[in-house]
């Protein structure tokens, strides 16, 4: 069974500065997706990054960047020059594949908070 | 357009109530997706449709009944439902069911009384 661990509940971090937020996870597939999600109170969960297993490259999106070190089975996601509205849970998923058909399974989440 | 439309966003029903909720994207998606999201907890799945069949049922109860009428609508049908049902109901769409990015709508705050 897949496994994603997110171990910050809660991470503060001032407007325009950078903040790293860790995520862990357990596979033993060798073919792999990893998101990042960012939902707001609103609830929406919005789509920010992904990174495929094999992808030799760390994606980037904007002011996101996904630190992914495959060995230590760690895809820690980057926000550079952080913003009031970044203030949100954020959520760390792996694609699991069940008899052909994708499911995402979650970490616990990180509440970000951004001030000013 | 890469939006996915939930409707409606807040809804309150007795026990004995029958509603529903709906689900709407129009960017050719052809594989649909409800999840559950209970209060401080992450979004678990319940269903995937794909290619408007039913491919994946998480041994969900069956007063949640989904419904794929087309390529684009998802529908959630609840009855008789329970106070522990009570969450954000997410519904997502994704390019095909294997591996692509999912997008999701704003949910569905459901509360049972």
């Known amino acids: 069974a897949q496994k994603i661990t997110q171990t910050q509940p809660g991470m503060f971090v001032q407007e325009k500065e950078a903040v790293t937020l860790d995520c862990t996870y357990d596979?033993?597939?060798?073919?792999?997706?990893l998101f990042w999600y960012k939902q707001p109170s609103s609830g929406e969960m919005i789509f920010l990054i992904y990174?495929?297993?094999?992808?030799?490259q760390n994606a980037t999106e904007g002011r996101y960047s996904l630190n992914f070190q495959k060995a230590r089975k760690s895809a820690n996601l980057v926000i550079s020059a952080s913003q009031l509205g970044d203030s949100a849970m954020y959520f760390c998923?792996?694609?699991?594949?069940?008899?052909?058909?994708?499911?995402?399974?979650f970490g616990t989440g990180t509440r970000l908070l951004v001030s000013p | 357009d890469t939006e996915v439309t939930q409707t409606p966003k807040h809804l309150v029903m007795g026990m004995t109530n029958k509603k529903s909720l709906k689900c709407e994207q129009h960017?050719?998606?052809?594989?649909m997706y409800w999840y559950k999201q209970k209060a401080k907890k992450p979004p678990e799945l319940m269903f995937v449709?794909?290619?408007?069949?039913?491919?994946i049922n998480e041994s969900v109860p069956s007063r949640f009944s989904p419904e794929c009428p087309n390529s684009s609508l998802l529908n959630l049908h609840l009855h008789a439902l329970q106070p522990e049902d009570s969450a954000l109901y997410l519904c997502?769409?994704?390019?095909?069911?294997?591996?692509?990015?999912?997008?999701f709508g704003q949910g569905t705050r459901l509360t049972v009384v």
């Open positions: 997502a769409s994704s390019l095909s069911p294997r591996e692509t990015e999912a997008f």
């Open positions: 596979t033993s597939d060798p073919s792999y997706g």
């Open positions: 990174q495929g297993s094999y992808d030799q």
């Open positions: 998923a792996m694609r699991e594949m069940n008899t052909g058909f994708q499911k995402l399974v």
């Open positions: 960017m050719g998606h052809r594989a």
């Open positions: 449709y794909s290619y408007e069949k039913l491919s």
